[in-house]
């Protein structure tokens, strides 16, 4: 399975290569419409190969994807974390004998009398 990995990374880096090397074109970014650029008098842009935009966007959507996925997650580990505290505040109960709660206590016992 390793030898797997290893020839699929392989491939894949071979052709990110190739598709580097068949993009090398510059490319002009400009970060405004000239219209907007003229009104706001922001003028920015910059000459960079096709390939670092495109690899530049893969990259920009991965963090992008991650950063979501985090924040869409913080939820279940909020809750997650909750419960662990609840847990070690239960044990510590247990085991302090001068804090016992009576309900801790029935219900170690089995539930007392039925």
């Known amino acids: ?3 797997l990995r290893l020839i ?5 880096a071979l052709a990110l290569l190739v598709l580097a090397l068949a ?15 003229r009104l706001t008098g922001v003028q920015g ?9 495109v690899f530049g966007g893969i ?9 979501w996925e985090w924040l869409r997650e913080h939820r279940f580990r909020a809750e997650a ?11 510590r109960l247990r085991k302090t004998p ?10 170690e016992d089995g539930g007392g009398a039925r």
């Not at 993009?23 to 650029?37: G, I, K, M, S, Y």
């Not at 842009?45 to 935009?53: E, K």
């Not at 990259?59 to 950063?67: H, K, N, T, W």
């Not at 001068?98 to 219900?107: G, I, S, W, Y």
């Open 1 to 3: 399975m390793r030898y």
């Open 8 to 12: 699929f990374l392989a491939v894949l």
């Open 23 to 37: 993009n090398r074109a510059p490319v002009t970014l400009v970060l405004l419409p000239d219209d907007l650029a």
């Open 45 to 53: 842009a910059i000459t960079v190969p096709l390939f670092a935009v």
């Open 59 to 67: 990259a920009a959507g991965l963090v992008i994807g991650f950063v």
């Open 81 to 91: 974390a909750r419960a662990g505290r609840l847990k070690r505040e239960v044990d």
């Open 98 to 107: 001068e804090h016992r709660d009576d309900v801790l206590a029935l219900l």
